[in-house]
């Protein structure tokens, strides 16, 4: 069978949705065949590739090439939504998923704004989301409200509360915050 290897890992945020219950949100032990990548661990732990941002191997930015060694401990991220991590992250990839927007019914405007640009943006009642908001959640539906109190209940995995009251502001605040600019079709106006 060949040399083994044995490291220490650790899945965060969404990513632990692809992990037995008993791994999620901890530090768990994987057993390897000596040589291998990170891109064979995630393989092995059924994480796809497009879903991860950031590795780290011992605390470092690590590539899906990079082999591991026994006794590493490796932590996997989930791609930010909100977060520019480019400068440490050594995962090439192509145009980032396009984000998917659910809106209180009170962002009508904002919802135009952001359909203008070309985002996948649906308004509906809470209680018509609330009622589907697993499906949601793993088809990785972002909610804009300006309701703390969905925020803070958790029951959304994304959610971006928006601060600006007035719509055009809300429509630059969703594009800076999100760094959106590559992905829409057109300027906002």
């Known amino acids: ?46 994480i796809p590739e497009n879903q991860v941002d950031l590795i780290l191997v011992n605390g470092r930015s690590a590539d899906l090439d990079r082999l591991l060694e026994n006794r590493d401990r490796i932590a996997i991220y989930p791609v930010f939504e909100s977060l520019d991590i480019s400068d440490v992250s050594r995962i090439d990839r192509s145009p ?17 704004g952001l359909r203008s640009l070309g985002f996948d943006v649906r308004s509906i009642s809470r209680e018509t989301w609330e009622e589907d908001v697993d499906r949601l959640n793993q088809d990785t539906w972002i909610l804009l409200t300006k309701d703390s109190g969905v925020a803070a209940e958790n029951a959304f995995e994304r959610v971006l509360l928006i601060k600006s009251t007035d719509p055009k502001d809300q429509l630059k605040e969703v594009v800076e915050r999100l760094d959106l600019q590559s992905a829409m079709i057109s300027p906002p106006s």
Not at 96 to 112: G, H, M, S, W, Y
Request: charged share 30%.
């Open 1 to 46: 069978m060949g040399p083994k290897i044995s490291i220490m890992v650790r899945a965060y945020e969404e990513l632990n949705t692809y992990l037995p219950t008993e791994f999620r949100k901890r530090d768990f032990p994987v057993k390897l065949k000596a040589g291998a990548s990170v891109r064979s661990l995630l393989s092995q732990l059924h």
């Open 96 to 112: 980032l998923r396009r984000p998917k927007f659910i809106a209180d019914q009170d962002l009508n405007e904002l919802t135009d």
